[in-house]
């Protein structure tokens, strides 16, 4: 099965600060990673798939990038309720859909 | 705007089987392009993908739960199900049950709020 890795665990930052989340896969796998947004006792929402592509209605501010085992999502200019976590995942395969651990940005 | 809601016990004995619902509203479990898919996080923790079935009865499991996981669609409730056998304390977790747009680049499009099931006895 392909596994994610995600970095990094956890991250402090203010409000207006530029945050970036790593996340590397075990094989290529294009573009097919996802990028989901946690906020306590809430559901997962997807806010990019397809690597780059913003659902609708998420902000601009949200970006992510990459291509075959190397992705990134970035929050240009943090807001207050960007606090939460978010996880990368995999939909390469429909028999393997996989997630990366979890990165929690805290207020700092 | 499709929505999804699970339904089910909270509470579930040991070796026993755990059962839940997802209905469907605001679209058809039928449409062509989705597979309906559940997914569980144990507390505090990370995500993880349970399993996926298309409406024609197609179904991918993760491997780790396979043994002991079946699912199913029932089109005229416009609803499907998730069983899990033999339950132990590990199954303790929230489930979602998620719409997975399966088109050129897949990924869930809708999810439903949760439902915790805790394994006790």
């Known amino acids: 099965d392909i596994q994610m890795t995600q970095s990094p665990s956890s991250l402090s930052a203010s409000v207006g600060d530029r945050v970036t989340i790593t996340c590397r896969a075990s094989?290529?796998?294009?573009?097919?990673v996802n990028w989901i947004q946690q906020k306590p006792g809430k559901a997962p929402k997807v806010l990019i798939y397809g690597a780059s592509t913003l659902e609708n209605g998420v902000p601009s501010r949200f970006s992510g990038r990459g291509s075959g085992t190397d992705f990134t999502l970035t929050i240009s200019s943090l807001q207050p309720e960007d606090f939460a976590t978010y996880y990368c995942q995999q939909s390469y395969s429909n028999r393997d859909r996989t997630f990366g651990g979890g990165t929690k940005v805290e207020i700092k | 705007q499709v929505q999804l809601q699970e339904s089910g016990p909270g509470l579930v004995k040991p070796s026993q089987t755990l059962s839940l619902t997802c209905a469907v509203s605001g679209g058809s479990i039928s449409s062509g392009g989705y597979f309906w898919t559940w997914i569980r996080q144990h507390p505090g923790k990370g995500l993880e993908w349970i399993g996926s079935i298309h409406y024609s009865g197609t179904t991918y499991y993760n491997p780790s739960l396979k043994s002991r996981l079946t699912m199913s669609v029932d089109t005229s409730k416009n609803q499907f199900s998730l069983e899990l056998t033999s339950v132990t304390a590990a199954d303790t977790a929230i489930y979602y049950c998620?719409?997975?747009?399966?088109?050129?680049?897949?990924?869930?499009?809708?999810w439903g709020p949760g439902t915790l099931v805790t394994v006790s006895s």
């Open positions: 094989q290529t796998i294009s573009t097919y």
């Open positions: 998620a719409r997975d747009f399966n088109g050129n680049r897949p990924y869930w499009d809708s």
